[in-house]
């Protein structure tokens, strides 16, 4: 029988949404649940650190996206997303690093603290009393991980700086091949994705990347790649 996988998918985070687009490439059926509530203490109690994305592969709880993916290569079958080669396995190791760890920190400041961009964010928690508490409890917590990190030390320019720069090296790595490390993507382009469609949400994310042809051709290949994985899904179970 196969796995059973449950994802606790928090639908705005880029980390969700690059193990959300790999489970969709490899055609790995999953259960999806809300991870607030009740499910974050779960996650926190099982999982130790509290963050999403989280999975349960027949009840057993993995965190952290790069982990995840890691065992979902392992375990499952469907294109793969970690290169074979040592040297290639290194490169998509460092533009995924690159990814998690340094833009996703510029795309939470435009979001989280930049005024057009923090003016969104309490419509993601809804209007309960808990969705308020919840969206006042990680404001707080993102704006002491932002002070901790470095980001929020600097001024508007020099993260908007940091900004064009991230977005200029982006054009650049793209522009001789269609993905990172050449002609079939991997899990680098995934953690790109994520942190690029998080960015382009936020007002001034969104008009820094604007025109920047090689990004967008990028993204619309990305996106190609889940509707080809879903429709041939489709015809594997609904033979024509
Ligand atoms: N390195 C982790 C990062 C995950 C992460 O930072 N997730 C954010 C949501 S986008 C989170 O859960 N933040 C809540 C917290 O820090 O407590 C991964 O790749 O999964």
Known sequence: ???????????????????????????????????????????RREGKVGKVPAIEIDGEMLIDSTDIVYELERRFSGPPVIPADANDRARCHALEDWADESLYFIGLYYQWIEPEGRKMVPFAFGKSLMGRLTYQYYSRLIARQLRGQGTLRKPAEHVHRDLTRHIEAISSLLAPQPFLLGERPYLCDFALLGQLVYLAR???????????????????????????????KEGAEHPR
């Open 1 to 43: 029988m196969a796995p059973q996988i449950v994802f606790y998918d928090w639908a705005p985070s880029p980390f969700c949404f690059k193990v959300r687009a790999i489970l969709d490439y490899k055609g790995i059926a999953y259960k999806k649940v809300n991870p607030l509530g009740t499910n974050a203490l779960k996650i």
């Open 202 to 232: 936020t007002p001034v994310g969104g008009r820094l990347l604007a025109g920047h042809g090689q990004i967008d051709a990028f993204r619309a290949r990305m996106k190609g790649l889940n509707a080809m994985a879903a429709s041939s």
